[in-house]
């Protein structure tokens, strides 16, 4: 599975891989599936502000609560996310996030 990796991210608490008809793809951790609802909830918010504000296209979304953060990615039909205890650095994650959704939207045989 493609989430598999993020198993290693320090302070994980969930991730998903949302398709744009906002079902979950694949998911991590106790709260992937409501982590997926909620991003496919966001992104639609995220767009319907860029459309607004002709801000263009959203790539990347960050949510920072009490207890957790959220970091997402869009590319293509995809939003790609994962919740992480709050206070852990977030670079490694975002890092492998970007990784990941790179390799969700690359063209068959391209990373060859």
Not at 56 to 79: C, K, P
């Amino acid at each position: 599975m493609k989430l598999d990796v993020l198993h290693t991210l320090p302070g994980l608490v969930a991730a998903a891989l949302v398709g744009r008809d906002g079902l979950a793809l694949e998911t991590v951790g106790e709260g992937g599936e409501a982590l997926a609802a909620e991003l496919a909830a966001l992104r639609d918010s995220a767009e319907r502000v860029g459309r607004r504000l002709g801000g263009g296209a959203v790539s990347r979304f960050a949510l920072t609560g009490e207890q957790i953060e959220i970091l997402a990615l869009t590319a293509g039909d995809y939003v790609l996310g994962a919740a992480l205890a709050r206070g852990v650095d977030t670079r490694p994650a975002q890092q492998q996030l970007a990784q990941l959704i790179q390799e969700l939207t690359l063209p068959e045989g391209a990373d060859d």
